[in-house]
């Protein structure tokens, strides 16, 4: 059974750090393209970061975040530095290929002082 699952979230000042991570199971994510999304309270969903041969980050967090991906092991990361309030939402992660897309159930993260 296909399946992500995201872990890393918490609460964070602004300002610091926090690490995401993504481990797959039942996905080859080689054949993917690998993405963060996040959404806040009352907004949209929106694309934070993807990975495939290049790499591609929202200008909100260009310089901030860095995403990475390690294929041998099923995991994809997103490491989040300078962290400020606004980054505060579920994120969540997506492995999409040519007739599938499969998503994470999400994890918190919640910038605040």
């Known amino acids: 059974q296909e399946q992500l699952v995201e872990s890393g979230g918490g609460l964070v000042q602004p300002g610091g750090s926090l690490r995401l991570s993504c481990v797959g199971s039942?996905?080859?994510?080689?054949?993917?393209?690998m993405s963060w999304y996040r959404q806040a309270p009352a907004k949209e969903r929106e694309l934070v970061a993807s990975i495939s041969r290049q790499t591609n980050y929202a200008d909100s967090v260009t310089g901030r975040f860095t995403i990475s991906r390690d294929d041998v092991n099923n995991r994809l990361y997103l490491q989040m530095n300078n962290v400020k309030p606004e980054d505060t939402a579920v994120y969540y992660c997506?492995?999409?290929?040519?007739?599938?897309?499969?998503w994470g159930q999400g994890t918190q993260v919640t910038v605040s002082s």
């Open positions: 997506s492995a999409r290929g040519i007739f599938r897309e499969y």
């Open positions: 039942g996905i080859t994510f080689s054949n993917y393209v």
